[in-house]
C-alpha cells in the first residue's frame, strides 16, 4: 500500500492509524511562528465509528489504508453474519454486528448498500438514503384523517419503528428517510 | 463555461478591498515620511532559520557554471542593507516565497508588507503596528502581553524558570491529539502549547493582541533585553488577530558576531535534523560590520489581514489565484 506524506493529506484519505484503518475528515496544517510545522487531523477510526483527533509532524507519512467502498445487495442473515453480493462478480461477504449496526434498522433483501471493505472484511455497511419498508403493526388507521397532524408509532418489517400519519395501516408500503429514520410518504410499489 | 477551472479563487469584491487596502497601507507611511523600496525577490543567499523552507532555481542552468539562486521568504535582508548604506525608515510590499506551507492560513506565495524604522524604538513599533491596524483594517486598538504573562495565565507555567521536563508534561496534559512518541526541544513544546493552547484562547478577545518578549532561545534576528523582573528575552513580538498570526516584529539585533554565530547554530540544527544548511548571508553581515543604525523591523501578512477584513476562512478567498489555480 502507498504511503502519504502529510502535504498529502486531505478529507478522504484512507490510513492507518495504531493498527486501525482511519478516514480522513478536516486536515489543518499550522505552522507556530518561526517553529516547526505540524497538522492537526481530524479523522474517523473506521473500526470503530468514533471521531478523533492527531497531531502530525509536518513532513511525516502514514501508510494508506486498503478501504474500498462498493455497492452490494444485501441477501440474508445466518444470525452470526449478514451477507452482502457484490452485482458484478457475484462475491458474497459476510459483515459482523459491529459492520451494520448502523444499517441494521434499514436491511431489506436484494436492496443495495454501501459497504467498505478492509482488506476484503465489511467494516462498514451505509443503506441507501431512502427505502420501502412494509408496516407490520401500527394501531388502527383513522379513516379520513388525511392530514397527518399527530401521528402514531409504527413498526416496519425490518423491526424499525418510524412515526407516521394516522391514517396509516398494517400491510401498507412506506418511503423512509433512513438518515432521519422518519416517513417520508406511502410507497408506490 | 469551459470545463478548466480558470477563475479567480478570491470574488471580485474581495479583490477590490484588496487594491483599496494596497492603496491605504502605502498611504500610511507616505504620511509618515517612510520611503517606499523594492529589492530583488532572488537571492544568492537564503534564510537559516531551521523551519524555513526556501524555494532555489538556477541561473544559466545548462552551463557549467550554473548558479544557485533562493527566492526571498521575506524582503529582510536587503532592506536592511539600504539600512546600513544610509535609509532610516523604509517599507516594502513584497511578494514572498515559503516552500511547503500549504494550507487555509498558508500559501507558498503571499504578500508581506515589511517596514523598517530607525526613528522608532520597541515600543514605538508596536504601537505603529496598532495604529496601521486601526487605520487600514479598522480594527480595534490592541491589547498587549507579555509572552510569560500568556503562560502564566493560559498553561501556568513559568516560562522563564519551568524545566523542559514540566513543560513537556504540561503539552501532554493539555493537548489530547499529541501521541505519545512525539519528540521536540524546548522551544518546540513551547510552540505547541502557544498554538494549541494559547491561541485558541486569543481568539475569545475582541482585539489584536500583541505578544511582546519571547524567550532569548526564540529572538530569531531580535536583540536580547532584560525584561522588568531581570530576565534575559528577546525583543521579539507577535500580533495575533481573529485566530490569525498576523505580524512577527524585532527590535533589531545589530551585532554582526552575534547574528554570525545565530545562522551558525541555526545550520548546524538543520544538519542535525538532516536538513540542508543555507549559504549564509555575508553581504548582511558585511553590510552590519559596518554599521546597521539602531532600528526595529516588522513583517506583516497582507493576505491575512484581508481574510480578516473580509471575513474570509481561507486565504486563497483573498487572493486572485491560488497556488493550485496558479
Known amino acids: ?189 | 463555461m469551459n470545463q478548466l477551472d480558470w477563475q479567480p479563487s478570491a470574488s471580485l469584491d474581495v479583490l477590490e478591498r484588496r487594491a483599496q487596502l494596497l492603496a491605504d497601507v502605502r498611504r500610511f507611511f507616505y504620511a509618515r515620511d517612510v520611503m517606499e523600496v523594492d529589492t530583488p525577490i532572488l537571492s544568492q543567499a537564503a534564510p537559516t532559520a531551521p523551519y524555513l523552507d526556501s524555494f532555489h532555481t538556477e541561473f544559466d542552468p545548462l552551463s557549467s557554471s550554473a548558479q544557485r539562486y533562493f527566492l526571498q521568504t521575506s524582503p529582510e535582508f536587503a532592506m536592511k542593507r539600504l539600512l546600513a548604506a544610509g535609509l532610516t525608515d523604509i517599507f516594502q510590499i513584497a511578494k514572498v516565497f515559503r516552500n511547503s506551507e500549504l494550507g487555509k492560513h498558508h500559501n507558498p506565495e503571499f504578500t508581506m508588507i515589511e517596514w523598517y524604522r530607525a526613528s522608532l524604538n520597541y515600543q514605538g513599533l508596536m504601537n505603529e503596528v496598532d495604529k496601521l491596524l486601526q487605520d487600514v483594517a479598522q480594527l480595534p486598538p490592541a491589547k498587549f502581553f507579555s509572552y510569560a504573562r500568556l503562560f502564566q495565565q493560559y498553561v501556568d507555567i513559568d516560562v522563564c524558570t519551568c524545566n523542559d521536563v514540566s513543560i513537556r508534561e504540561k503539552a501532554f496534559d493539555l493537548i489530547q491529539s499529541l501521541p505519545v512518541d512525539w519528540e521536540t526541544d524546548r522551544d518546540g513544546w513551547l510552540e505547541l502549547l502557544m498554538s494549541e493552547v494559547i491561541e485558541p484562547k486569543l481568539v475569545f478577545i475582541n482585539t489584536p493582541i500583541i505578544v511582546y518578549d519571547f524567550p532569548a532561545s526564540q529572538a530569531q534576528l531580535a536583540k536580547l533585553r532584560q525584561d522588568e523582573v531581570g530576565h534575559m528575552v528577546a525583543a521579539r513580538f507577535e500580533v495575533y488577530a481573529g485566530g490569525l498570526e498576523l505580524a512577527n516584529g524585532y527590535d533589531e539585533c545589530t551585532d554582526a558576531d552575534e547574528l554570525r554565530q545565530r545562522f551558525k547554530t541555526d545550520n548546524d540544527k538543520r544538519q542535525n535534523e538532516g536538513l540542508p544548511t543555507m549559504p549564509i548571508d555575508i553581504r548582511l553581515l558585511a553590510s552590519i560590520e559596518d554599521g546597521l543604525p539602531a532600528c526595529t523591523g516588522v513583517a506583516l501578512g497582507l493576505d491575512r489581514l484581508l481574510m480578516l477584513m473580509t471575513q474570509q476562512a481561507s486565504i486563497e478567498q483573498v487572493q486572485a489565484f491560488s497556488f493550485n489555480k496558479s
Open chain 1, 1 to 189: 500500500m502507498a504511503s502519504y506524506s502529510t502535504n498529502e493529506f486531505k478529507s478522504g484519505l484512507k490510513f492507518m492509524l495504531d493498527g486501525d484503518p482511519c478516514s480522513i475528515i478536516e486536515n489543518e496544517f499550522v505552522k507556530p511562528g518561526k517553529g516547526q510545522a505540524f497538522n492537526r487531523v481530524k479523522f474517523r477510526n473506521l473500526k470503530t465509528g468514533r471521531v478523533n483527533e492527531r497531531t502530525f509532524k509536518s513532513g511525516d507519512s502514514v501508510e494508506g489504508a486498503d478501504v474500498i467502498e462498493t455497492d452490494m445487495e444485501y441477501s440474508y442473515t445466518d444470525g452470526e453474519f449478514w451477507y452482502f453480493m457484490d452485482p458484478t462478480t457475484f462475491e458474497q461477504f459476510g459483515a459482523d454486528a459491529n459492520a451494520i449496526s448502523e444499517s441494521k434498522d434499514w436491511l431489506k433483501e436484494q436492496y443495495v448498500y454501501t459497504v467498505t471493505l478492509w482488506n476484503g472484511t465489511p467494516l462498514l455497511v451505509t443503506p441507501p438514503n431512502f427505502v420501502n419498508l412494509l408496516v407490520t403493526e401500527t394501531d388502527p388507521g383513522v379513516r379520513g384523517d388525511t392530514s397527518g397532524g399527530g401521528g402514531k408509532p409504527a413498526t416496519l418489517e425490518t423491526g424499525a419503528v418510524v412515526r407516521v400519519p394516522l391514517f396509516i395501516e398494517i400491510g401498507e408500503l412506506l418511503r423512509v428517510d433512513t438518515r432521519s429514520a422518519s416517513y417520508v410518504e406511502r410507497a408506490k410499489d
